[in-house]
């Protein structure tokens, strides 16, 4: 049984983050592969389209429920004045961009949530990972490992492509915070289910 373990206002609709897949009628969902690609929810099945994210115009949005399953990468929401775009988004969409996929300005975004994730103090990355974000800033040295804030990189990508737009995020860790399910932690093959709804 599910349990809600976060629940976020958002400017239109919620974001409520449940431990395990919760009982919703018209749970809408995609096959997430750590990719860049975004898939528009036109009414069809989109459960087998293998992307790691879902764009909806206002008027396919209705009374649905639509699902983004993390495990330590970020759940990250846009809300437009055409729409919204729920994403999933870890170090491997964000190299290759997923949050700044062309098809976002679809939406007219105004306003982004980067909800529960892993924190930078216990996102520890080896020396070669700076090959994937060659520029970053956002490298941490500690006193005996290096770590990557996701966030901050999550951010100056979403605000170059959208200078005006309004961010908010989460301070949760989801490894720190045992309530969440966290790869990195425990290895585990559980989710955490990001929902957002009207």
């Known amino acids: 049984m599910s349990k809600v373990i976060l629940e976020k206002k958002l400017p ?7 431990n395990a897949k919760p009982e919703l009628d018209g749970l809408i969902g995609v096959h997430q592969i750590h990719s860049a690609e975004i898939v528009e929810y036109t009414g069809n099945d989109i459960s087998k389209v293998k992307v790691d994210g879902i764009l909806v115009l206002n008027e396919n949005i209705k009374t649905k429920f639509f699902a983004i399953k993390t ?6 929401i846009f809300i437009g004045t055409k729409g919204i775009c729920i994403i999933h988004a870890g170090w491997v969409g964000l190299r290759d961009k997923i949050l700044v996929y062309m098809d976002i ?7 982004c949530y980067i909800g529960p994730s892993i924190g930078v103090d216990s996102f520890e990355v080896q020396n070669d990972f700076k090959n994937n974000f ?3 800033p956002y490298f941490v040295q500690n006193k005996d490992f290096l770590s990557f804030n996701l966030r901050k990189e999550a951010t100056q990508q979403i605000k170059i492509s959208f200078p005006s737009i309004d961010i ?10 045992c309530e969440y399910n966290s790869f990195r932690r425990d290895k585990t093959t559980e989710r955490n289910w990001n929902i957002f709804s009207i």
């Not at 239109?12 to 449940?18: E, N, R, S």
């Not at 908010?168 to 915070?177: G, I």
């Open 12 to 18: 239109i609709g919620k974001l409520t983050v449940h």
């Open 71 to 76: 495990a330590d990468c970020m759940p990250v």
């Open 105 to 111: 300005k679809k939406i007219n975004p105004y306003y």
């Open 134 to 136: 060659p520029d970053s």
């Open 168 to 177: 908010e995020y989460s301070d949760e860790c989801t490894y720190k915070n």
